[in-house]
């Protein structure tokens, strides 16, 4: 189905399916399908694929430091557990997207590299920059927080600000 062919009765459906309670799993075909969804509609809106990516980067990262940090929590270790959480994570969005098509269109690059991966990397190193500049700052401040949200606040800085630059640079 192309996008602008795509209803306001089809984006609805899509999106109370998206935020219909499910179980919570780790890693779930319908997060990969939503994360693909996702791109959709915000192409659909207009959206620039760069803006797109980096959010799916920092919400790759964010689902990596969660599910180790769950194991780490359950003192489930095995070896390479992280360098396998990291590939199977970044496989599960990836994935799916290139093989949707999402990579393969050539006016969507800059300098070479797809919009969407540019994104996606940008994001991630972005997210992963923030979440570590929390963990330095607060170990440095007595195992605590300088302000209240910290821990929210810190990793998504770095991804409003690259989404600013982007949105001024793709003008």
Known sequence: MKLSRLTPATLIVAIILAIKPIIARAVCPVCTIAVASGVGLS???GIDDIITGLWIGGLIVSMIMWTIGWLQKKHISFPGRNIIIILAYIALVVLPLYFSGFFSHEAS?????????????????G????AEWYTYLKIHHGNKAYFPFQ??????LPL????????????
């Open 160 to 171: 409003v600000i690259l989404s600013l630059l982007f949105a001024q640079l793709i003008k």
């Open 109 to 125: 690059c800059v300098c070479g590299i797809n919009k969407l991966l540019l994104g996606i990397i940008n994001g991630t190193l």
């Open 127 to 130: 997210f992963w920059t923030g």
């Open 151 to 156: 821990k929210v606040v810190m990793p998504l």
């Open 43 to 45: 192409r659909y809106l």
